[in-house]
């Protein structure tokens, strides 16, 4: 296997390193990052090899994977241009919101660019990634992302279009807000804070987790869990009419502005 670079040493180059090795994968990994402190951190985790500048990383990359803030891949691309040595054929960003059409730009014509946002959690190789591919990329270098992401977990092909969308909706954070949110209403009807988090945790992930291994549909379980006068029911139908569902609409339109606010930096 050939070299894979990262530019940049932060919370999703780690994750994604951490996933790869759990997967068992045996190509090398090279990172840069300007910060040495990342990069020495990365190192005691990860076992990486540490590129010592940013022309030593791309000259050496079979495959280039930009992991750096949105803000910042402007600039980083410009840097890796001017580096002294040709960027390697396939690059793919992780930054979210900015569109293939700014990467094709800032690295020129001859980069065949494929867009990915792992999830967090391929960390522990339950990611879950939406790729998409500029029509320059051909069907090798495709199927070469794909397998890459799908090490750590499933993997998803969208048009760009949707890439805004599926970016705000996909996070853990969801997740995370859920729980701590359900957990401190649960601790203020009565519940001892660490029953209620576990409470609250079971409600999430095991019942979820239950509909995705049960094949059962949502609306099945939804139906079953509101028995008419049950507690199930009466809690639903408080959190609906109190715009349950328009607190999280608004939410996922505030994420996809925010993608597109990045687009335009």
Known sequence: MKTIAFLGGGRITSALVAGLHLSGYAGEIVVYDRNPEKLRALRRAAQVEIARDLKSAVSRAEMLIVAVRPASVAGMLYEVAGCGVAAPKLCVSLAAGVPLRNLRAWLGPAVHWARAMPSPVCRMGRGFTPVCFAPSVRRSERVRVRRLFARVGAVVDLPESQFDAITAAASPTHGYHALATLAKATQAAGLEGKTALLAAAHALCDGIGYWRESGESLDDL?????????????????????????????????????????ARQ
């Open 222 to 262: 939804l139906h079953e869990a509101a028995t008419p006068g049950g507690i199930a029911a009466a809690t639903m139908a408080a959190m609906d009419a109190s715009g349950y569902a328009r607190v999280v609409e608004s939410g996922i339109r505030a994420g996809v502005k925010q993608a597109r606010r990045n």
